[in-house]
């Protein structure tokens, strides 16, 4: 009985042996497993192969398995309840039911000791180091799938042809999606792997490449730029009044740009004896599409090595400009100058509510607030929060309107003409406590 007792947990280590490289092998990370190839680890190589092409594999731990269930209930009820029947013979109470019982307690045994070292342990093993658990079993069932190959294209055929039968399609939807990839850095920065600041970073690439490049410009209405049909100095007190190191250069309008001049180049042509001839300073202007997405134009600048561009609609009139710093903005936040003396965009005041700028845009607006309010919307027609507003309110807005939205009130507190210039946004709770 002793040997037999020995032959069953054998194959119940055996059994564990299969579960854990099955798991250890689908848990495995490809990305540290391509790690340990490129340092030039074979049985990693073989484990990413097992993991890339799993069918052979997972087929091959299935039959090993249900072969080894089968053998251990097999000799457990032929030869360990055979032997444990005399012994609850003893026990006249027990006599009517012995045989019964001897099958049971055998069963039950091998069901437990079966989930306990043949399933649970070597499956928590498994998960955690499931990589190099990998790497040291890959060669191992590399060999049994190739013995055992017939009978894996034999299951795997039967099943590619039940699920023919079933209409079930193979799934292709890719391994990893944009999703999973903002979530794992997200744990990533609460467990203190990544630094919140490269957490919002990364956040605001993935961001920018779903993003047209008229969400992150500045509307023409809101341009600096020169005419060549006002006289130099109107032209140069422009340049003294504003900020800028680049100007438009256009004539009567700015949809009949010509170009874009430096503010060096024109001070240097200044304190010269020579006349100034602005459209001689000019540098052809780039022109973009208003739904080119962000991350084309900035391939844009970095081939042609033009830092600003102008962005024009279908019909060819130029809506806005954008420049490499909004482009970098858009990765790493505001970047406010020492004389940039504007109010910030988006102030958290003490009762819980957000005074914001209308130029703001609604992405960023949800990623500030933690939530996909706006964001989740198809923006068709509008891409910042005062765009937000005026399709909410379906007309011009005035000071004091307000609506109520998915939990928050908007409330316009400002208005620029007929551009809404701030809002007020607070939570419906807040509003209740106060």
Same mark, same amino acid.
């Given at each position: 009985m002793a040997l037999e007792i020995l032959f069953i947990l054998l194959l119940i280590i055996c059994n564990g042996i299969f579960s854990g490289s099955e798991i250890a092998v689908v848990a495995a990370r490809k990305v540290r497993l391509q790690q340990l190839v490129d340092k030039g680890s074979r049985p990693a190589r073989v484990a990413l192969r097992l993991a890339e092409s799993p069918n052979d594999f997972l087929s091959t731990v299935q039959i090993g398995i249900t072969l080894i269930g089968i053998l251990s209930g097999a000799v457990g009820g032929a030869t360990v309840a055979k032997h444990l029947k005399p012994v609850l013979d003893g026990f006249k109470a027990l006599q009517p039911y012995s045989e019964g019982l001897s099958v049971t307690v055998v069963v039950v045994l091998i069901t437990y000791l079966s989930l306990v070292i043949g399933e649970l342990v070597p499956k928590r093993l498994a998960l955690a180091n499931p990589e190099q658990i990998a790497c040291r079993i890959a060669p191992a069932m590399r060999a049994l799938s190739r013995l055992s190959s017939p009978a894996v294209h034999l299951l795997g055929a039967s099943t590619d042809a039940l699920l023919r039968f079933l209409n079930v399609e193979v799934s292709t939807e890719p391994e990893i999606t944009e999703e999973e990839i903002k979530a794992l850095i997200r744990q990533g920065a609460d467990s203190g792997v990544f630094e919140e600041s490269e957490h919002d970073m990364v956040q605001r690439v993935l961001r920018l490449g779903d993003r047209a490049i008229r969400t992150m410009m500045t509307p023409r209405t809101d341009i600096c730029w020169l005419d060549l049909e006002d006289s130099l100095e109107e032209n140069l007190a422009e340049v003294r009044e504003s900020n800028h190191s680049r100007f438009p250069v256009a004539r009567g309008s700015l949809d009949n740009c010509i170009g874009i001049v430096r503010v060096r180049s024109l001070l240097t042509a200044h304190m010269g004896s020579?006349?100034? /001839? !602005? =459209? +001689?300073?000019?540098? +052809?202007?780039?022109?973009? +599409?208003? =739904?080119?997405?962000? !991350?084309?134009?900035?391939?844009?600048?970095?081939?042609?090595?033009?830092?600003? +561009?102008?962005?024009? /609609?279908?019909?060819?009139?130029?809506?806005?400009?954008?420049?490499?710093n909004d482009l970098m903005e858009g990765i790493v936040g505001d970047l406010p100058a020492l004389e940039d003396e504007d109010e910030p965009s988006f102030v958290i005041r003490q009762d819980g509510s957000w005074l914001v700028n209308g130029s703001l845009d609604v992405n960023e607006f949800d990623a500030r607030i933690g939530t996909k309010l706006i964001g989740s919307i198809d923006q068709n027609v509008f891409h910042t929060l005062a765009g937000f507003v005026i399709h909410s309110l379906k007309r011009i807005p005035t000071a004091s309107d307000y609506f109520d939205w998915h939990g928050y009130r908007f409330e316009v507190m400002d208005m620029d003409g007929n551009r809404v210039d701030k809002i007020l946004v607070t939570p419906l709770g807040a509003l209740r406590n106060g």
């Open positions: 020579e006349p100034i /001839d !602005l =459209s +001689a300073l000019c540098q +052809a202007p780039l022109h973009v +599409a208003e =739904s080119t997405l962000s !991350l084309n134009v900035l391939e844009e600048f970095k081939r042609t090595g033009i830092h600003i +561009a102008l962005v024009t /609609d279908e019909f060819g009139g130029v809506e806005g400009l954008v420049t490499l």
